[in-house]
């Protein structure tokens, strides 16, 4: 069975801080595929990212970057000199790369930037 | 990114009726669709993987008379919440995948918010 654990239930940080989101998954799958979402408050999923399970390198996209690291089975997310509209909740999410590809979410990271 | 749409947005009803949640694929056309429910602070579970032509496929502790699920075509899936509960109040949020894209991302609608009286 595939899980993803977020264990930090909410974060603040004050503005232009630097923050990680941490992701902690679970798969017996060999090819896999990571993902991140933001939720802000109207409630929309905003897509970040994918990765696949092959695919090790870091990324970096703006202030956003992430770090896949398939030997502690993480995936973290950090936001640099973060601003108030990083406020959301943000989403890890695990999916097979075989069948139907349905989403394992986490619990969700609860983001406050403070300004 | 492609576009998901969901309607009505927000609907609010009496206990004991009906309510049906429109998911469309606006540019692109999906063979799969999901619908997930999440509760407030919560995070999204998967209710049924909905595929256009045949019976839609429900996770384990999801009623499949209650959340009655068609994918009449390749832009559209509905769900419908039969008999409705106070229970049952919770965002619906749907999502689709490309046809043409293999192991593309899915794309999300912008959710349906349901309060039961």
């Known amino acids: 069975a595939q899980k993803v654990t977020q264990a930090q239930t909410e974060i603040s940080v004050v503005e232009k801080e630097d923050v990680t989101l941490d992701c902690v998954y679970e798969t017996r799958d060999t090819t896999y595929y990571l993902f991140w979402y933001k939720q802000p408050p109207s409630g929309e999923l905003v897509f970040l990212i994918r990765r696949n399970s092959f695919d090790e390198q870091n990324e970096i996209s703006g202030r956003y970057s992430w770090n896949f690291q398939k030997s502690t089975s993480s995936f973290n997310f950090t936001i640099t000199a973060s601003q108030v509209v990083d406020s959301a909740v943000y989403f890890c999410a695990l999916s097979e790369a075989s069948g139907n590809e349905k989403l394992t979410f986490g619990t969700g990271t609860r983001l406050t930037i403070i300004p | 990114g492609a576009v998901v749409s969901q309607h009505p947005s927000r609907v609010i009803c009496k206990s004991g009726t009906s309510v049906k949640i429109e998911c469309r694929s606006l540019d692109f056309q999906a063979t799969t669709m999901f619908w997930y429910r999440q509760f407030p602070k919560k995070s999204l579970m998967l209710m049924a993987t909905s595929n256009e032509g045949s019976k839609a496929t429900y996770e384990q502790g999801v009623e499949k008379d209650k959340f009655l699920i068609n994918h009449a075509s390749l832009t559209l899936s509905t769900l419908t919440v039969t008999s409705a509960h106070p229970e049952d109040s919770s965002f619906y949020i749907c999502?689709?995948?490309?046809?043409?894209?293999?192991?593309?991302?899915?794309?999300f609608g912008p959710g349906t918010r349901l309060t039961v009286l």
């Open positions: 999502s689709a995948r490309d046809l043409v894209q293999a192991h593309a991302e899915q794309f």
